[in-house]
């Protein structure tokens, strides 16, 4: 099972929006709606921003959105604020009951 | 409120084995499935496999099928993952969660170093 396909980098000013996009296959991102996205700090463990594409956990910042289109899911941060500087990671679910991540973005916030 | 508590660092050899813990508790232990996930020292997050505690049922990865065993135990709700025949590229912390297609609970994660 090969590893989603995510940017290395993505960067974008404060106020402004950005979006990571997640790339896979018939047989994880796009047969499932069950891709989901993590936020993690250095040193920390990673935090579940997003679930089943685009439901936003309690708690969650509404300025994170998740989308998804064929193969290929998208997280949204919207309104970006310092504290969203961090690496971003997708995770879907596949079609033989694993689960695979993608590589990793890191959001820089100039 | 909800934790899981991993076991503290582990240094080992090549080729030796480790096993890491992951306590849970402030919910029903056998309800919720645990992944191990683990992350090599500056990588991304990669799965390792999933377990169903309640009646021990696994899942692996293919890279790890046949090195890694993950198992429970009821009575301290505790899961296990072992993982056997370490390479210097097992250096990693490795993290349990509980969920099943996501997860909103992490353990603190465990380093494990192998060198020798």
């Known amino acids: 099972q090969s590893a989603l396909t995510q940017p290395a980098s993505v960067s974008g000013s404060p106020g402004q929006s950005i979006t990571i996009s997640c790339t896979g296959t018939?047989?994880?991102?796009?047969?499932?709606?069950?891709v989901s996205w993590y936020q993690q700090h250095p040193g920390k463990a990673p935090k579940l921003m997003i679930y089943d594409v685009s439901n936003r956990p309690s708690g969650v910042s509404n300025r994170f959105s998740g989308s998804k289109s064929g193969n290929t899911a998208s997280l949204t941060i919207s309104g970006l604020q310092a504290e969203d500087e961090a690496d971003y990671y997708c995770?879907?679910?596949?079609?033989?009951?694993?689960?695979?991540f993608g590589g990793g973005t890191k959001l820089t916030v100039l | 409120q909800v934790q899981l508590v991993q076991s503290g660092a582990e240094v080992k050899k090549p080729g030796a084995s480790v096993r890491v813990s992951c306590k849970a508790s402030?919910?029903?232990?056998?309800?919720?499935?645990i992944h191990w996930v683990r992350q090599a020292p500056g990588q991304g997050l990669e799965w390792m496999g999933i377990?169903?505690?309640?009646?021990?049922?696994?899942t692996y990865a293919q890279k790890f099928q046949g090195r890694v065993t993950m198992t429970r135990d009821t009575s301290t709700s505790t899961v296990y993952m072992e993982l056997s025949s370490l390479r210097s590229e097992d250096t990693a912390v490795y993290y349990c969660?509980?969920?099943?297609?996501?997860?909103?609970?992490w353990g603190q994660g465990t380093l494990v170093t192998v060198s020798s």
């Open positions: 995770s879907s679910y596949t079609s033989s009951s694993t689960r695979v």
């Open positions: 402030g919910y029903t232990f056998t309800s919720y499935y």
């Open positions: 377990i169903n505690p309640s009646g021990g049922s696994t």
């Open positions: 018939s047989s994880d991102v796009g047969g499932y709606t069950y």
């Open positions: 969660a509980r969920g099943y297609y996501d997860s909103r609970f």
